[in-house]
């Protein structure tokens, strides 16, 4: 129940007080800096898909403190690409973690040189795999963590990167992606 950043700007506040020069890194490094290491990661994803001639039609993350999502968009944006990027959320209903991502892309875009690059509609979220809260399993991020382990030997863990995969797996069971 702790409010993570608050904390941390106490912390820092005491740092001060005693004469220090604190470096504030936010919860999940999700300011602008942090957030650089993802718009690498989607520029080199671009590259990767164009050397592979992959075709890719859809990018789905799991999106909390925002630096992974946000960054994402920035690196495809600021290339040039309109590939959707989907955000399931992890802790925040939809108004807020849209809102959370599209200020710290701009942030981001600014930084990079790339100011305008991102619009309010690249930003998409759907928080219905949240089930009660942070952290709190869901019957189907068990199910699809379960899945992805003894099929794919692939490891999920079950606060972030397993309640987007169960929204994937559920996008994918809809009709929603399709082959």
Same mark, same amino acid.
């Given at each position: 129940?702790?409010?993570?950043?608050?904390?941390?700007?106490?912390?820092?506040?005491?740092?001060?007080?005693?004469?220090?020069?604190?470096?504030?890194?936010?919860?999940?490094?999700?300011?602008?800096?942090?957030?650089?290491?993802?718009?690498?990661?989607?520029?080199?994803?671009?590259?990767?898909?164009?050397?592979?001639?992959?075709?890719? *039609?859809?990018?789905?993350? @799991?999106?909390?403190?925002?630096?992974?999502?946000? /960054? =994402?968009?920035?690196?495809?944006?600021? +290339? $040039?690409?309109?590939?959707?990027?989907?955000?399931?959320?992890?802790?925040?209903?939809?108004?807020?973690?849209?809102?959370?991502?599209?200020?710290?892309?701009?942030?981001?875009?600014?930084?990079?040189?790339?100011?305008?690059?991102?619009?309010?509609?690249?930003?998409?979220?759907?928080?219905?795999?949240?089930?009660?809260?942070?952290?709190?399993?869901? *019957?189907?991020?068990?199910? @699809?963590?379960?899945?992805?382990?003894?099929?794919? /030997? =692939?490891?999920?863990?079950?606060?972030? +990167? $397993?309640?987007?995969?169960?929204?994937?797996?559920?996008?994918?069971?809809?009709?929603?992606?399709?082959?």
């Amino acid at each position: 129940g702790t409010d993570f950043n608050a904390a941390m700007e106490e912390v820092a506040a005491e740092v001060r007080r005693k004469g220090g020069r604190p470096y504030y890194i936010p919860g999940g490094a999700s300011n602008a800096v942090g957030a650089l290491g993802y718009v690498g990661c989607g520029i080199e994803m671009l590259d990767q898909f164009g050397q592979q001639k992959l075709i890719v *039609d859809h990018i789905v993350t @799991a999106t909390g403190s925002a630096g992974t999502h946000a /960054g =994402l968009v920035v690196g495809l944006r600021g +290339s $040039g690409s309109q590939l959707p990027i989907l955000g399931i959320g992890v802790n925040a209903p939809r108004n807020v973690q849209e809102e959370r991502v599209y200020k710290l892309a701009i942030e981001t875009a600014e930084l990079v040189g790339e100011p305008g690059c991102v619009v309010r509609d690249d930003i998409i979220a759907d928080c219905n795999y949240i089930g009660p809260g942070y952290g709190e399993h869901t *019957d189907a991020m068990n199910e @699809a963590v379960l899945m992805l382990a003894r099929f794919e /030997g =692939l490891l999920f863990d079950p606060v972030y +990167s $397993g309640k987007a995969l169960a929204g994937m797996i559920d996008y994918i069971r809809e009709g929603r992606f399709t082959a």
